[in-house]
């Protein structure tokens, strides 16, 4: 795949004012939710047409965009962004997430919830990741859904127990690798590559096994 064009600290400024600007009553994703909904998207087994999935981008509820509103710009940025995750993702590289520092009293789960829930919006709309049955998945799942409060996660009492397990992030940099780790473990799973890559090096506590499957956290 050709390397896209990554964006640089002014597109992804652009990218934010274009999602703020967005009239009433839409309910844009946010940056961090946005890249968390797209790594969401490209993790299933067979990621979705953008024409499914677009208009969640631009409203919660995916509500119409007004016809006097012009949505190319900020769809092409968007776009660059899905497809820098996406080579990211398939060749199993490094890349940054969208996740901002709070307040100084937030802890690393506050910083990355929204990307986490941005994720598990993707698989609220695309489940079909969700449905597979491979208790490799339990240990990335548990890394990301950590950061939710616990009742926000019914009917997933294994997955429930293998989060007991894993010690929290002590800073936002271990939280931040914990979100890229577990990217590429899901893939791993739902895209295989022909190739075996190197083995990863285990979580910080606790193994895996097999579990429910865990609900979108409540708005």
């Given at each position: 795949?050709?390397?896209?064009?990554p964006?640089?600290?002014?597109?992804?400024?652009?990218?934010?004012?274009l999602?703020?600007?967005?009239?009433?009553?839409?309910?844009?994703?946010?940056?961090?939710?946005?890249?968390?909904?797209?790594?969401?998207?490209?993790?299933?087994?067979q990621?979705?047409?953008?024409?499914?999935?677009?208009?969640r981008?631009?409203?919660?509820?995916?509500?119409?965009?007004?016809?006097d509103?012009?949505?190319?710009?900020?769809?092409?940025?968007?776009?660059?962004?899905?497809?820098?995750?996406?080579?990211?993702?398939?060749?199993?590289?490094?890349?940054?997430?969208?996740?901002?520092?709070?307040?100084?009293?937030?802890?690393?789960?506050?910083?990355?919830?929204?990307?986490?829930?941005?994720?598990?919006?993707?698989?609220?709309?695309?489940?079909?990741?969700?449905?597979?049955?491979?208790?490799?998945?339990?240990?990335?799942?548990?890394?990301?859904y950590?950061?939710?409060?616990?009742?926000?996660?019914?009917?997933a009492?294994?997955?429930?127990?293998?989060?007991?397990?894993?010690?929290?992030?002590?800073?936002?940099?271990?939280?931040?690798?914990?979100?890229?780790?577990?990217?590429?473990?899901i893939?791993?799973?739902?895209?295989?590559?022909?190739?075996?890559?190197p083995?990863?090096?285990?979580?910080?506590?606790?193994?895996?096994?097999?579990?429910?499957?865990?609900?979108?956290?409540?708005?």
């Amino acid at each position: 795949m050709p390397a896209p064009t990554p964006l640089v600290d002014s597109d992804i400024e652009r990218l934010h004012d274009l999602l703020q600007d967005l009239p009433a009553p839409l309910e844009p994703l946010d940056l961090p939710s946005l890249d968390g909904f797209l790594c969401g998207l490209l993790l299933q087994p067979q990621p979705p047409a953008m024409a499914s999935w677009w208009p969640r981008v631009l409203d919660h509820e995916s509500r119409a965009l007004p016809a006097d509103v012009d949505a190319a710009e900020l769809q092409a940025l968007v776009l660059r962004r899905h497809d820098e995750l996406k080579r990211a993702i398939g060749q199993r590289d490094w890349f940054d997430p969208w996740v901002f520092p709070g307040e100084d009293e937030a802890s690393p789960s506050d910083a990355v919830l929204p990307w986490v829930a941005g994720f598990a919006e993707a698989q609220e709309l695309f489940p079909q990741l969700m449905r597979i049955e491979d208790p490799e998945l339990i240990e990335p799942l548990a890394l990301l859904y950590l950061h939710f409060d616990p009742d926000d996660l019914e009917d997933a009492d294994a997955l429930m127990a293998v989060i007991e397990t894993i010690e929290p992030p002590s800073d936002l940099a271990e939280a931040v690798q914990d979100l890229v780790r577990a990217v590429m473990l899901i893939a791993d799973v739902s895209q295989p590559r022909a190739v075996t890559p190197p083995r990863r090096p285990p979580a910080r506590k606790g193994a895996a096994r097999p579990g429910g499957r865990p609900q979108r956290p409540r708005r």
